[in-house]
């Protein structure tokens, strides 16, 4: 029963992973969106200000955070269902 247990706690351990990764994902997300509001922010207050190189950032750091959504979602649907209670 014990190679059962191991089995038992590695999926647990996976499914614990797999939930902080999408809080992960999705914080950065939220964290995306509020960098790209502060950058109209500050061309607003101040149009000098050049925000190419960041907004190119910005951009890098969305598709980043898109494909990590993605293989996130690729491993979660191959995450077994927790076993039964005994």
Avoid at 17 to 24: G, L, P, R, S
């Amino acid at each position: 029963m014990a190679a059962q247990d191991d089995i038992n706690a590695a999926v647990a351990q996976i499914n614990t992973t797999m939930t902080d990764v999408a809080a992960q994902v999705a914080q950065l997300g939220t964290d995306v969106t509020a960098i790209q509001a502060e950058i109209a922010s500050l061309q607003a207050a101040n149009p000098a200000v050049d925000t190419t190189a960041l907004n190119a950032a910005v951009a890098q750091l969305a598709t980043t955070q898109a494909s990590l959504d993605s293989a996130v979602g690729s491993v979660t649907a191959i995450v077994p269902p927790a076993p039964p209670a005994p």
